[in-house]
Nanobody, 126 residues
Framework: QVHVVESGGGLVQAGDSLRLSCAASGRPGSRVAMGWFRQTPRTAERELVAGINWSGSSTTYGDSAKGRFTISRENAENTVYLQMNSLKTEDTGVYYC??????????????????WGKGTLVTVSA
């Protein structure tokens, strides 16, 4: 069993920055892709924010994150970070860490994710 734990959410003002962290423990293995999804009041399903492959050599960003958010990882610790800059009120939502071990490489559809964290709330006020 793989345990996924997020941290770093909170209340910030528009224009501020926030950094989310996520650690995968248990026995995730060495070829683990990790990423962030979010669910906002405007979306019925979780949408991809950013994903990074097991080696850190490839990243994928959702349209809302491009140019503002950066995903990075520490492979030795199976830890992934999401640096969010220039936050907007529409970024408000629950952010979920995602761990993909068996899903297709390069796929960041929610159904490709093997393990989810419980989520951390990010609230951006005007």
């Amino acid at each position: 069993q793989v345990h996924v734990v997020e941290s770093g959410g909170g209340l910030v003002q528009a224009g501020d920055s926030l950094r989310l962290s996520c650690a995968a423990s248990g026995r995730p293995g060495s070829r683990v892709a990790m990423g962030w999804f979010r669910q906002t009041p405007r979306t019925a399903e979780r949408e991809l924010v950013a994903g990074i492959n097991w080696s850190g050599s490839s990243t994928t960003y959702g349209d809302s994150a491009k140019g503002r958010f950066t995903i990075s990882r520490e492979n030795a610790e199976n830890t992934v970070y999401l640096q969010m800059n220039s936050l907007k009120t529409e970024d408000t939502g629950v952010y979920y860490c995602a761990v993909k071990i068996y899903g297709p490489e390069g796929s960041w559809l929610p159904r490709a994710i093997d393990y989810w964290g419980k989520g951390t709330l990010v609230t951006v006020s005007a």
